[in-house]
């Protein structure tokens, strides 16, 4: 028996317009975070490299790397702009530890904050990481979890540190890496009670050699 009120295409177009009118663009949500990295102290380089992918992923990196200035403020597009920014700065804050993003809430827009960010934790000295994630990947152990759960764990440390030390033929470079590892070896097998020191030293702007770390535990001890 034939439909007596047959559906229009128009009628079906009007109801697929209404329902993604009605659907929440995610693009939009000043809540959402960039990345499943949160800014802490230690982690920029992966951070910052997470956050610039996602805001690549979405046309909105020129609003922090500079290449989408502000408009003039009698400008009728800078109310547009302004609305996007404060979305950029929404989704960089919502990025970072609460301890953190509260050191940079104040920012005026998203390129002075992250050129502040940047100039915090841009240059800091990345052993104490690096240290710690060979550490972590030398003693993980499955423990139940399931084989899936394990490797994802140690994929992503992997990726950290590939972050940190990404693969190099530098003949410069490899040998100070040599001398690093070496030291990172030596202190995963001190004792506890070694712990300020390793801190101290690998904190230090530039690691000592592996001769002068040698000295300095010899005069701890």
Known sequence: MANKN????????????????????????????????????FNYLPWSR??????????????????????????TTYESWLSKDQLVMSWLLNSMERKIAEIFSYSESSFQLWKSVQEMYGNQNNAARVFQLKKDIASIQQDGKPFVQLLG?????WNELEAYRPHTTDSNLLPKRAEEDKIFQLFSSLGSEYEDLRSHIIMNPEIPTFANVCVTIQREK
Not at 21 to 41: A, F, G, T
Not at 64 to 72: C, M, T
Not at 153 to 157: A, C, F, N, R
């Open 153 to 157: 764990s140690l994929k992503g440390m």
């Open 6 to 41: 047959p559906i229009l295409k128009s009628d079906v177009d009007s109801s697929l317009g209404a329902s993604h009118q009605n659907q929440p663009e995610i693009d939009v949500n000043p809540n959402q975070r960039l990345s499943y990295v949160l800014l802490n102290e």
């Open 50 to 75: 997470a956050v610039s992918l996602a805001l690549e992923g979405r046309s909105k990196l020129g609003f922090i790397n500079g290449s989408i200035e502000s408009p003039n403020v009698s400008s």
